[in-house]
């Protein structure tokens, strides 16, 4: 009743102009080691997803829809880890931790449009795997550039209309603390600092989380069955794990990934607790995307060769 009294005193007054970002720890200790660790994550993912892409678009025997697609998961990765890190790491050296109501508003937008892309875009990779290994005679004929250039788009085109509806729903909400308990804007922490009501978000929460998440987790869990079904049926052992080594990557992803935005945007609130909220958080918005370029590089021989080759290339072109 108090929160709601403040929040009706506030309304009388003046809306929330800024917030304030509490940040990834209340002990000033520990919020320096992981602002370290944040900025090393960060650097070492942009870095990695970066060589990922030059190595793809340099090789032309990796100009195939499934380097295609891993080029745009890395350029997401590198967006979606932008729109948090940079912000929370400038705060720190300037000595501030506000932010202000518009600039969260953006913040929140872009990270759910790239959260939701990664999501949606891991479901189109999935398929790709399925037709590669279900389908190999039909394969190039099914993924064709057209098919290949509407797997991508549409992912960018879904993310942005969710993005969009949960932006324009968190214009409407009233604050009874400008306080947020996290290091970026979260839909989650902001909607728990609303005193207004808050049904439609939630529930809008659930029905296009579940559009963004859950569907293509079960999109990418109907493409494995039939792609775990054909490696069983490889006579031998040899052949199973070649077979499944071109999954076993992606599979790393998704496992991180899902796993954890489902721990902290589809549990029952009663079983949040804002440091398992953040640890989650943290392994989905800096440890997957720092992880990606290197599960997909140590376990897949002709972009490890690209890798070199590019590397080797630069060194030698130094003196030039």
């Given amino acids: 009743m108090s929160d709601m009294n403040h929040c009706l005193d506030m309304a009388n007054q003046t809306q929330v102009s800024e917030f304030v970002l509490l940040g990834l720890s209340e002990q000033p200790r520990q919020q320096q080691v992981?602002?370290?660790?944040?900025?090393?994550?960060?650097?070492?993912?942009?870095?990695?997803?970066?060589?990922?892409?030059?190595?793809?678009?340099?090789?032309?025997?990796?100009?195939?829809?499934?380097?295609?697609?891993?080029?745009?998961?890395?350029?997401?990765?590198?967006?979606?880890?932008s729109t948090t890190i940079p912000k929370m790491l400038l705060n720190h050296l300037r000595g501030l931790t506000t932010i202000s109501s518009s600039a969260c508003l953006v913040q929140m937008y872009f990270f759910i449009t790239f959260g939701a892309a990664d999501s949606i875009l891991l479901s189109a990779m999935a398929y790709d795997r399925y037709l590669a290994i279900c389908r190999p005679l039909h394969y190039l004929t099914i993924m064709s550039m057209l098919?290949?250039?509407?797997?991508?788009?549409?992912?960018?085109?879904?993310?942005?209309?969710?993005?969009?509806?949960?932006?324009?729903?968190?214009?409407?909400?009233?604050?009874?603390?400008?306080?947020?308990?996290?290091?970026?804007?979260?839909?989650?922490a902001l909607i728990k600092l609303s005193c207004s009501d808050t049904h439609?978000?939630?529930?809008?929460?659930?029905?296009?989380?579940g559009s963004g998440v859950m569907v293509p987790f079960v999109c990418i869990m109907a493409s494995y069955t039939p792609i775990a079904v054909a490696v069983w049926k490889v006579p031998s052992a040899r052949g199973k794990w070649k077979a499944f080594s071109t999954c076993g990557s992606h599979l790393c992803v998704v496992s991180l990934f899902y796993g954890t935005i489902i721990g902290v945007y589809f549990n029952p609130a009663s079983t949040h607790t804002t440091h398992r909220d953040m640890a989650a958080t943290v392994m989905y918005t800096m440890v997957t995307p720092m992880l990606n370029?290197?599960?997909?590089?140590?376990?897949n021989r002709d972009l490890r060769g690209a890798l070199r080759k590019l590397l080797s290339h630069n060194h030698l072109a130094k003196p030039l």
């Fill in 34 to 81: 992981l602002l370290g660790l944040s900025c090393s994550l960060y650097l070492i993912g942009c870095l990695g997803n970066l060589l990922t892409i030059l190595a793809i678009v340099s090789d032309p025997h990796l100009h195939s829809p499934m380097y295609f697609f891993l080029s745009n998961l890395s350029l997401l990765d590198v967006c979606f880890t």
């Fill in 147 to 188: 098919r290949c250039a509407l797997l991508v788009a549409v992912p960018w085109i879904l993310a942005n209309i969710i993005s969009m509806v949960h932006t324009i729903l968190m214009t409407r909400l009233s604050f009874y603390t400008s306080r947020i308990p996290h290091f970026f804007c979260d839909i989650n």
């Fill in 200 to 209: 439609v978000n939630e529930m809008l929460m659930l029905v296009l989380g």
């Fill in 293 to 299: 370029p290197f599960i997909y590089s140590l376990r």
